[in-house]
């Protein structure tokens, strides 16, 4: 039955040849039918028999001088057509496209009869060797023949019919040669696996030579049959570092010829197949030093240097998506190896050979941030690392990434992705070992580790400040922002809790300080991004008692340390207010700078005596320099907590007076108290008309006193 399917197979592909023969010839029969041509314009024009000339129609315009003739259009359409310029006749190109008849008339028959050849070829093989025909020697022989007579056919047919049909044979003859030499290293062994690599190596460049001599067809046939050549035979133990070496080899042959003929499609669905058997070769597991070498070589070579060989269409693109598919697949092979330091060297040699690349291929200039990245997540995904181990590959890793970008950062060929490779292994320094130990390793160890990273960051951006072009990107920005977030850390780890929303304010005001004095907005973004997280923290951290003090609802105790913690993110708060370059954020940080020195007075002032900490804030607050869109902001917040502390008198009056009309008795005790009320009604209510004195405030004086010196007054 299996023989029976088989001989069927050879027969399909022998009919669809023999139709495509009678096919061609009815194309040839169809052409000499045609017919000819319809002669050219000028030509008619010449058998035409010619007329007499009339004479030139004139008239006079009415209006026009006496003796003034215009030629009138009669005279103008008889005028003769050798006098009149004819334009150059332009070739019309006309483009040709695959219609269904094409398709399944004409190309599809070829297509199907090679494939069928290649899959007979190797069917009637496997048969011998179930079957026990033949030796297998002889096998091997009768099948390197087969292809070679393939390939001969596919000679003779093309200096005798149409050339697709030399195609498809050539295809098929290399298919052939490919699963011999494969079945004769793997399967039987007759060869070493060096004689192995050899003979493929010559298929190879026999497949370049026959692509260049029947065109791309074959060189696609050739690499689908090469590719498809390890799975067709299916070995049970095939041999990786040769299987590794064939795929290099093939690989790399398709990606030369395809540069040689301008074939960027080639290459790159050469690699494609290539990444996509070394993902299988993972996937499978790798047992021995020697597997993996091979693997992780093979995986460099799909990654770095074949997409080098590219060239033209979407070669730039090809060679970013096989860089960041080399990283993927050496990161897979580290996690599965159990991240032992035979993996771990092959992907430090992938990120040094990304680092050496990015100089010299502009295409892979950002590659070394993909691998910096990929090493970190690998880092943090270590499942049992030891100490000795992973400070061993923390620092390889930050040498190989960190070495190059430092070099390259502040001259001509710089790039952000420089930045963020240094900022990156400034950050991995401390956050990775702590990730993995904890307080195993000490505060002050922590501490220690982000204090180099911060160094590391905040040293790479200085030289950039007499740099000119540090405006034009966030290299300088980055950097900077690292060290001042890594100091942020190394200082907050080892003090305590609630100390950490004032470094972070203190940390926002210098990062907003450096924007002001470099110019550059970035920061500035970083340092709000920092006040909001110490304004978010300084609640959280310092608890709840000390806001419910402010609102004058729990008794709490009189503290120093909570009014220094609030005041310390006010003048944060202020400082924003006072140098922020966008308006919204000068106006947001008086507003809560107001809040939050109301909130730190509120810890040292008694209870009875919070209502005058906003009297006082009105008094104080036309005095304070700020810009004229700001400085209606603090008085507004502050006249309203002013209004909220008359507001709870008011309300008990208006409630008690609402019952006595109501029928229900008032009682003197019922009423808040007189010094109560004098402090929360007297107070604020001498204090609204402040805003309006002190919208003008220094201002005013200043306007006053030049007004005094010019005389004006």
Not at 221 to 237: D, I, N
């Amino acid at each position: 039955m299996l023989f029976g399917i088989w001989v069927l197979l050879i027969a399909m592909g022998v009919a669809s040849l023999r139709l495509q023969a009678r096919v061609m010839r009815l194309e040839r029969r169809v052409a000499l039918l045609e017919p000819q041509a319809v002669p050219e314009q000028s030509h008619v024009a010449e058998a035409m028999p010619s007329e007499p000339e009339p004479a030139a129609a004139t008239a006079t315009i009415i209006g026009s001088p006496p003796g003034v003739e215009v030629e009138t259009e009669l005279a103008r359409a008889n005028t003769p057509v050798e006098a009149l310029p004819v334009p150059d006749p332009k070739p019309v190109r006309t483009r040709r496209t695959l219609g269904f008849e094409d398709i399944f008339g004409r190309y599809l028959p070829i297509w199907a009869g090679g494939i069928t050849l290649i899959v007979a070829g190797v069917l009637i093989v496997r048969y011998s060797i179930e079957v026990g025909l033949l030796s297998p020697l002889v096998r091997v022989i009768a099948g390197l023949i087969f292809g070679f007579v393939l390939i001969a056919g596919a000679e003779v047919v093309r200096r005798a019919r149409d050339p697709r049909i030399a195609q498809s044979l050539s295809g098929a003859g290399l298919a052939v040669l490919y699963v011999s030499i494969l079945i004769a290293a793997n399967l039987y062994h007759l060869v070493a696996p060096g004689i192995a690599f050899v003979g493929l190596a010559g298929v190879t460049v026999l497949a370049g030579g026959l692509s260049l001599r029947f065109g791309a067809p074959s060189a696609v046939l050739g690499l689908v049959g090469g590719l498809a050549a390890p799975a067709m035979v299916g070995a049970s133990q095939p041999d990786i570092p040769m299987l590794a070496a064939y795929l290099a080899a093939i690989v790399g042959g398709l990606c030369t010829l395809g540069r040689s003929r301008g074939w960027w499609w080639l290459g790159g669905l050469a690699i494609g197949g290539g990444f996509l058997w070394s993902l299988l070769l993972i996937a499978a597991g790798l047992v021995s030093p020697a597997e993996t070498l091979a693997a992780g070589g093979l995986v460099m070579l799909l990654a770095i240097g074949l997409p080098l060989l590219l060239s033209g269409g979407a070669s730039r693109t090809l060679r970013i998506a096989a860089a960041l598919a080399g990283c993927g697949q050496i990161a897979a092979l580290v996690a599965t190896g159990d991240f032992v330091g035979l993996n771990w060297a092959l992907f430090g040699l992938l990120a040094a050979a990304m680092a050496w690349l990015s100089r010299r291929e502009a295409t892979l200039a950002d590659a070394p941030l993909a691998s910096a990245v990929v090493g970190a997540g690998l880092a943090f995904a270590w499942p049992a690392p030891t100490q000795e181990m992973l400070a061993l590959v923390l620092a390889a890793g930050g040498l190989i990434h960190a070495v190059p970008a430092l070099w390259r950062l502040w001259r001509e060929e710089g790039r952000l992705s420089d930045a963020g490779v240094i900022a990156l292994v400034a950050f991995a320094a401390p956050f990775i070992p702590f990730y993995h130990f904890g307080r195993q390793m000490g505060d002050w160890a922590f501490a220690a580790l982000a204090l180099s990273g911060a160094m590391l960051a905040g040293g790479a951006a200085v030289p950039g400040w007499r740099n000119a072009r540090r405006r034009a990107d966030a290299r300088f920005a980055t950097l900077s922002l690292s060290a001042i977030v890594l100091l942020l850390a190394a200082t907050a780890w080892p003090a305590p809790v609630s100390a950490f929303a004032p470094e972070a304010a203190i940390a926002a005001v210098a990062a907003l300080l450096l924007a002001v004095r470099a110019g550059d907005r970035r920061i500035e973004t970083g340092g709000q991004v920092l006040a909001l997280v110490a304004l978010l923290c300084l609640p959280l951290l310092s608890g709840a008692d000390e806001l419910l003090r402010a609102a004058g609802i729990g008794p709490g105790a009189l503290s120093l340390a909570g009014a220094a913690r609030w005041w310390m993110v006010a003048l944060a708060a202020f400082a924003f207010a006072r140098w922020s370059g966008a308006q919204i954020a000068r106006r947001i940080g008086a507003g809560v700078a107001v809040v939050l020195l109301y909130v730190a007075a509120a810890q040292i002032v008694p209870l009875a005596g919070l209502a005058l900490i906003p009297v006082v804030m009105l008094a104080g607050l036309g005095w304070v320099p700020l810009r004229h869109e700001a400085r209606t902001v603090p008085l507004a917040v502050a006249g309203l907590i002013a209004a909220g502390w008359a507001a709870l008198p008011l309300a008990e009056w208006l409630a008690a007076g609402m019952a006595a009309v109501a029928g229900q008795p008032l009682y003197v005790g019922d009423l808040p108290l007189p010094g109560d009320a004098l402090i929360r009604l007297a107070a604020p209510a001498a204090a609204l008309p402040l805003p309006c004195c002190c919208c003008t405030g220094a201002d005013g004086c200043r306007r006053y006193g030049e007004a005094s010196r010019r005389g004006w007054v």
